[in-house]
């Protein structure tokens, strides 16, 4: 490009960016100029309103159109002192009626809208204001009545309308505790038109209804969508006491994982939800009772699969996991030392088999539980492989001393091991070479709970 090309490409340029300069500083200059235009007609209106009805109504128009009900109120009340026309009538004491609604002024809301369908008013949307202050007055079932008779005529309002019908009878129902119906019409307003259910902020209620309505999990789905909203608020505290609410239907589902979850959440969102926290000691921190039926209960699963991996065809990998089971089943406080060591003794491993029999003897000691003849039998065998017979014979002697009629060793079993103690060592290792493991049939002291069944949570009577 020539330098001559240049030079005019960059004045073009320029000029195009003074243009738009210019024409932004008159876009501000009319700007200003309406505002202006606008505080002038304000001022002059408010001089006016006590000389003329028609810029009295015009002045109370603009304040209820910029929400500055009070003042509306005022300037309606003024422009009432005129001869009004029936239309400017009937916007008046409608407009002042909604003005004292905002204001939770229901007594004198209701006589503005009785007054403006007394005067011929047919404006649905002031039925549903005339049943909306029975409602707040507490007039239950006479605002019930109404309702249910502009549900009939839903299709004649706007959609507004129709969603404010349906919404006043699902919190009417909802106070009757008629659950079913409460949620059937919150739902129906939802489908109506979700952006403004979803801008009135109503989730929260639909979660209620279907909580005492024992529907949990769609309870849940809505406190979801109530807590998108609360976030994109940046409301910490709100957002927390939603998280509680999720964590009570968990525990109603019996989800104490889900729920223990939903409260840390809570807190980690509001340290000083009590609510929450109370929730998460109360119901998911175990009692000492329910701690003890649990670790019975576990302690009974290990030791059931440690029996079962034993019953299998001889496997040494099955028998170092029946091991394994055992030694859990003893963490939760079961008697399996004695099971553990005549494993062992499966394995051929005759010092830890030992160790065993002595933790097992010794535990049994330790709590002043009777310890039955088998136990001392069982390690006198033990005594006798490992080639040391006064051991031995200690220990048949005990079991001799201790045997009941219903344990399943006999005398002779005993007599005929003491006799073993008696011959050479080396001449009973080949003798005991063809011998088998024996292990009597008396119940080993397994001292186990039944399975606890599933804690039952006790409801809240609300979110």
Not at 154 to 168: D, W
Not at 327 to 336: N, P, R, W
Request: proline share 3%; net charge positive; with cysteine.
């Amino acid at each position: 490009m020539s330098s001559k090309n240049k030079r005019s490409s960059a004045q073009k340029g320029a000029k195009e960016a003074q243009n738009l300069q210019q024409t932004e500083t008159e876009n501000q200059k009319a700007s200003f100029t309406r505002t202006l235009n606008a505080l002038n007609l304000v001022a002059a209106l408010g001089k006016a309103c006590l000389q003329s009805p028609e810029t009295c109504l015009q002045m109370g128009n603009y304040y209820y159109n910029l929400s500055d009900y009070l003042t509306a109120i005022q300037t309606y009340t003024q422009a009432l002192t005129f001869k009004l026309t029936t239309k400017d009538k009937i916007t008046c004491y409608s407009q002042r009626g909604y003005s004292y609604l905002t204001q939770d002024d229901y007594d004198s809301a209701l006589k503005d809208f009785s007054e403006a369908r007394l005067i011929g008013s047919q404006d649905l949307d002031l039925e549903i204001n005339i049943a909306t202050c029975h409602y707040k007055l507490n007039k239950i079932d006479l605002a019930l009545n109404k309702f249910l008779a502009l549900y009939k005529k839903k299709e004649l309002c706007s959609v507004a309308g129709a969603v404010a019908i349906c919404i006043n009878l699902a919190r009417i129902y909802f106070e009757k505790k008629d659950f079913t119906k409460s949620i059937k019409y919150y739902l129906e307003a939802e489908a109506k038109d979700e952006k403004l259910f979803c801008e009135s902020n109503h989730y929260l209620n639909v979660a209620l209804a279907l909580e005492h309505n024992h529907q949990f999990n769609k309870a849940i789905n809505y406190l979801r969508k109530a807590i998108s909203l609360a976030e994109k608020k940046n409301d910490k505290i709100t957002v927390s006491d939603l998280y509680n609410k999720i964590g009570i239907c968990y525990l109603e589902l019996n989800k104490f994982t889900e729920a223990k979850k939903s409260f840390e959440k809570a807190l980690s969102l509001d340290s000083n939800n009590e609510a929450a926290r109370d929730n998460l000691d109360k119901y998911l921190a175990p009692s000492p009772e329910e701690a003890i039926k649990q670790k019975d209960n576990n302690a009974f699963i290990y030791y059931t699969a440690g029996l079962e991996l034993v019953s299998q065809e001889p496997h040494q990998e099955l028998y170092k996991a029946a091991i394994e089971c055992f030694q859990q089943a003893i963490q939760y406080g079961a008697f399996a030392h004695r099971d553990i060591a005549l494993v062992y003794e499966r394995l051929n491993n005759f010092p830890m088999a030992l160790e065993y029999y002595d933790a097992s003897i010794r535990v049994l000691e330790d709590r002043d539980i009777p310890i039955n003849a088998a136990y001392y039998y069982e390690r006198g065998n033990i005594q006798l492989k490992r080639m040391k017979p006064r051991a031995a014979k200690q220990d048949f002697e005990t079991a001799k001393n201790r045997l009941m009629p219903e344990d399943s060793i006999s005398r002779e079993d005993i007599e005929q091991k003491l006799k073993e103690t008696l011959i050479p060592p080396n001449i009973a290792s080949s003798l005991r070479k063809n011998s088998h493991l024996h292990r009597s049939n008396s119940a080993t002291n397994l001292v186990v709970t039944e399975t606890p069944s599933n804690i039952q949570r006790p409801r809240s009577n609300s979110l």
